[in-house]
């Protein structure tokens, strides 16, 4: 996987919005875009797999608390195509993060590890980051 981009120290209050866009990288196996506050407190791990992992075509959502990986939730809705361009849009709440892909489907995840703010963000994987754009 590609080594991708980390932004640390943002003040990412609740209904703030990060929008991603980005290239997906032709023979991708999967992507990452995580929010926290550091890469061992994870609000939001959003990792769509082509195929990797024993995933095919499956967006993993999880958090991490301490380093730890907790409960994983998947979706089948996957509207992703290698060698393409994407925009992700995650809307920050106090009790959960809303993220909106490309075709407007609407995902939610709890806000878990009840951060009143977002300060870290790192995309990774084999997708290109064009904008990272705070609203
Ligand atoms: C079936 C038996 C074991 O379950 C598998 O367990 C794997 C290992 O935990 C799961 O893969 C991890 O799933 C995580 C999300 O729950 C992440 O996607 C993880 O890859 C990213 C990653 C980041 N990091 C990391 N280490 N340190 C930091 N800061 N980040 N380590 N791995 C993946 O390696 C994988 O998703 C999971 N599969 C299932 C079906 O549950």
């Known amino acids: 996987m590609a080594c991708g981009v980390v932004a640390t120290?943002?003040?990412i209050f609740p209904g703030d919005s990060v929008i991603v866009k980005g290239k997906i990288l032709s023979g991708c196996q999967g992507f990452e875009?995580?929010?926290?506050?550091d890469c061992d407190n994870l609000v939001l791990h959003f990792n769509p797999r082509f195929d990797c992992k024993g995933d095919v075509n499956t967006i993993v959502l999880n958090s991490r608390k301490e380093g730890t990986w907790e409960e994983e939730k998947r979706e089948s809705h996957f509207p992703f195509e290698q060698d393409s361009n994407t925009m992700v849009t995650f809307t920050f709440d106090a009790n959960e993060i809303k993220v909106k892909l490309a075709d407007e489907h609407e995902l939610c995840f709890p806000n878990r590890l009840g951060l009143d703010n977002i300060e870290y963000i790192a995309v990774d994987g084999d997708f290109k980051i064009k904008v990272l754009k705070f609203a």
């Open 9 to 11: 120290h943002l003040k």
């Open 33 to 37: 875009v995580n929010l926290g506050k």
